[in-house]
């Protein structure tokens, strides 16, 4: 009798350690490690115009841009808040002098060396008086 209670306690630590182990093998077989930003890196960079083609408010202070991107392979329309993840507010309009119908440059860079994004792409905006 003194026999089946040992067993009895050692048959869950096991399985728990086979699991454990499992688990964390599986975690590492499927886990990306992050992209780092930051760091020496260099990009080769391409400009498109970018025409200005609506501009509506949504909320007190900002707006959504739609845009006319041209390049090689054709027009692509986007949308500001898609592209960058928020609005424009007015405040930055009025500030870089944007108004409907101007045409901007839009920037894609791709990475050349380093660790950095591999891929950005950005609205340049006319300086601030």
Same mark, same amino acid.
């Given at each position: 009798?003194?026999? *089946? *209670?040992?067993?009895?306690?050692?048959?869950?630590? &096991?399985?728990? +350690?086979?699991?454990?182990?499992?688990? #964390?093998?599986?975690?590492? +077989? #499927?886990?990306?490690?992050?992209? $780092?930003?930051?760091?020496?890196?260099?990009?080769?960079?391409?400009?498109?115009? +970018?025409?200005?083609?609506?501009?509506? %408010?949504?909320?007190?202070?900002?707006?959504?841009?739609?845009?006319?991107?041209? %390049? !090689?392979?054709? %027009?692509?329309?986007?949308?500001?808040?898609?592209? #960058?993840?928020?609005? +424009?507010? #007015?405040?930055?309009?009025?500030?870089?002098?944007?108004?409907?119908?101007?045409?901007?440059?839009?920037?894609?860079? !791709? &990475?050349?060396?380093?660790?950095?994004?591999?891929?950005?792409?950005?609205?340049?905006? $006319?300086?601030?008086?």
């Amino acid at each position: 009798m003194e026999n *089946k *209670k040992p067993r009895s306690i050692l048959l869950p630590l &096991i399985l728990i +350690a086979v699991l454990g182990v499992g688990s #964390f093998l599986i975690r590492l +077989a #499927f886990e990306n490690p992050p992209i $780092p930003d930051g760091g020496d890196c260099s990009y080769s960079s391409v400009y498109h115009p +970018a025409l200005i083609i609506s501009i509506d %408010t949504v909320s007190e202070g900002y707006c959504e841009m739609e845009i006319e991107v041209r %390049t !090689d392979y054709g %027009t692509d329309t986007l949308l500001y808040s898609q592209v #960058f993840g928020g609005y +424009a507010s #007015f405040e930055q309009i009025r500030r870089h002098g944007i108004s409907l119908g101007d045409t901007l440059q839009y920037q894609i860079r !791709d &990475i050349v060396s380093g660790s950095c994004n591999p891929h950005i792409e950005t609205l340049l905006l $006319p300086p601030a008086p």
